[in-house]
Every structure is written in C-alpha cells, then in structure tokens.
C-alpha cells in the first residue's frame, strides 16, 4: 500500500511525460503540481493500509470518521475530542457573520495573518468551553456526515425530507449483498453553495461477493496528496471493516480513484521557484537509483528555493513527500474494530496493532 503511494507521489513530480502534469494556482493561492487522473488498489488482507514512512495518529481518522458516521455538521465533538483538522474550515465559513456581529475585528480576515491565527484559536477555545456558542458557530456546512445521514429531499407533495443514506446501504447490503446500487454521495451542488468547502471524497460504492467479500470503491474529485490522502486511505479503510462488520462480509480491497490529485508548492516566492524548476526537479527524481538519493533533492530545494512566508510557513509539501520517498516501507499494522452497532461506536473501538513507522513529518494544511 504504501509503495503505491510513493510511487504515485513520483508519478506526480516526475511524469512519464512532461504534459502528463500540471503546474497551476490553487483555489487557496497555492501552487500546485497536479496529475489528473489515477487509481490504486489495495489488498485490506495484507494489513490496514496506513502510511508507515511517516507517523500518523489513529485516533484522530477514527474520531473523524466517527463524526461523519453520526452525521454533524458542528465541530463540536471534535474540538471535545483534541481533533482540529476542521478548525479552519469552520474558522473561515462562520468568519464572515462572527465580524458582522462583533465578535470579531476586521482586522482578522487576512487569512493566516497572525491576527487571523489568534482569533482562530480563540474561535475553537470558545467552542469547548462555551455551549451556547458551540451551538450557533461551530458548523461547516452540509458535509459529508451530514449528506451520509441527513440527506435532503424535496417528496411529491412538496415537503423537505431526509434520507439516510448509509443506513440505508447497510440494510440494503444486508438483503443483497451483490447489489450494483450500494452508492453514498456527499457531492450535493446545491448544498455546496452553503458549505466551508465542497467536499472532496465525493462517493462511494460497494461491491458484495456471493464468496461472502466486499470491496469499497472511493472517487475523490480533489487530492491533497501529503496530507489529505493518507488520511482518507486510512479512513475509508476503516469504513470499508465498519460495514462489513455490520453486513458479515469479509473485507477484501479499496479501490481509490483519483481525480486532480497534487502536492502544494507553497505561494510567493517558493511557489513561483518550483514553476521555474519543475523539470529540474523531474529529471533529479527520475535519476534516482536508491531512496537515500532523495536526501540530496531535498538539500538541493532547501539550499536553493526561497524561503516559505512565515505566514503560511509549512504549506510546502513537496519537500516532506521527498523526505517521505527517501524511506523505505514498512509492514502495515492490523486494526481491529469491536463489533457493534455503526453508530454506537466509539473511538475506544478502534485498536491499533503492530504499527512501527518512521517519525512524523509536520505540514500545515492549506486552508
């Protein structure tokens, strides 16, 4: 699994072909060095496909996934719970009416500005401390929880009604477990003008065997290979073991289909260098013989490459896939999930076994 990725991650910054790959902005005025168009299949049997060249913390995917399961649009449970990947999405959905009331100053909508920074963290502080306005502030929007689980629709007589449809797949997988109809969709256009952001991994589809299998399909419309996409293997991983748990079928592969699938440059100055180098640095990786040869391309960006604006100091994700493909894959660890009831889980649920990866690489996601 995780060989697939890193060399995916080569595919990206060192293309076959030079027009295979794109070197464009960003919606967050990043650069990015984008492939459009991939897929990887991996075998759930040889282990639970998280990444082993860099630490990952297995109870942040699980209390995520969590969070989607129970079907929340407030980030509530996971600022509770010391999960903060979604802090800045809700920061900047609810920035706009927070200023407009008073809560905040002008002064903050500069985004990543220290000032912007401060308010942030004062933002999610007041979410776990404050109940009332954890209750009107904490939300991003019709997500992907909230279409897995609350899904809206407009009936024959013109009244506004849910539809639940993991639910729904579950008992329908339960009845027919061969079905070609076992699809979820968070990707709702007309929600999508409401939300922090639209959502990224936008479907999925499961396949049953009569051998008593099951397969979980993933399409992801946009891919933040560093950081985003090991965590949503290792995520739908674990939702792929959930359902299968709760129809009694056996896990067997995710599929993931990529759609733009990038590394973030970083902006100014060093975004604008790797489009000026962006052959050099494709025929350095393609001279690679050995990983430990990725050490001498990361001291050559690092020497060689303006430095990061201090306000978005971490958006370069290209030098930690470089640091990540000069290591060498270890074995996956196992995870074992108790058995119960999908939406009574809890993150006590979710236990990792023998996993032995190399340290963390510290990026920050660009928001």
């Not at 506004?160 to 579950?170: H, P, R, T």
């Not at 674990?238 to 733009?260: C, K, N, S, Y």
């Not at 939406?343 to 190399?358: A, I, Q, S």
Request: neutral net charge; aromatic residues 10%.
């Amino acid at each position: 699994m995780v060989q697939q990725y890193l060399d995916h991650a080569r595919a990206i910054l060192a293309p076959e072909k030079k027009d295979d790959v794109d070197f464009k902005g960003g919606s967050k005025g990043m650069r990015l060095i984008s492939l459009f168009g991939y897929q990887n299949k991996y075998d759930l049997s040889e282990g639970f496909p998280l990444m082993t060249t860099r630490k990952m913390g297995i109870k942040t995917i699980a209390n995520e996934l969590i969070w989607f399961i129970r079907g929340e649009e407030s980030i509530k449970y996971l600022v509770d719970s010391n999960v903060h990947i979604w802090d800045d999405n809700a920061f900047d959905h609810n920035l706009k009416n927070l200023m407009k009331e008073g809560v905040f100053s002008g002064k903050v909508s500069e985004r990543y500005s220290p000032e912007w920074k401060a308010a942030r963290d004062e933002y999610v502080q007041r979410i776990k401390e404050d109940q009332e306005f954890a209750a009107r502030w904490s939300d991003v929007g019709p997500l992907y929880g909230s279409q897995w689980r609350h899904w809206k629709y407009v009936d024959g007589k013109g009244n506004v009604k849910e539809f639940d449809q993991l639910g729904a797949l579950i008992e329908g997988v339960k009845k027919k477990p061969t079905s070609k109809r076992t699809v979820v969709t968070a990707w709702n256009p007309g929600d999508n003008l409401r939300v922090s952001q639209p959502s990224c991994h936008i479907l999925f589809q499961l396949n049953g065997t009569e051998e008593g299998k099951m397969d979980l399909h993933l399409y992801q419309r946009s891919c933040d290979m560093f950081l985003g996409v090991p965590f949503n293997i290792a995520s739908y991983a674990m939702l792929t073991q959930v359902i299968a748990q709760q129809v009694g079928l056996e896990p067997r592969r995710f599929v993931h289909t990529f759609g733009d699938s990038h590394f973030y440059a970083g902006d100014g100055e060093r975004g604008e260098w790797y489009g000026l180098n962006l052959n050099r640095l494709r025929e350095k990786i393609k001279g690679v013989k050995v990983p430990g040869d990725y050490l001498e391309i990361l001291d050559w960006i690092n020497t060689s490459a303006p430095h990061e604006r201090e306000d978005t100091k971490g958006q370069d994700h290209v030098t930690g896939i470089i640091e990540q493909l000069a290591r060498t894959p270890r074995a996956l660890p196992r995870l074992e999930i108790v058995k119960k009831d999908f939406d009574k889980l809890t993150v006590d649920d979710f236990v990792l076994r023998e996993y032995n990866p190399y340290p963390i690489i510290k990026r920050v996601m660009a928001v």
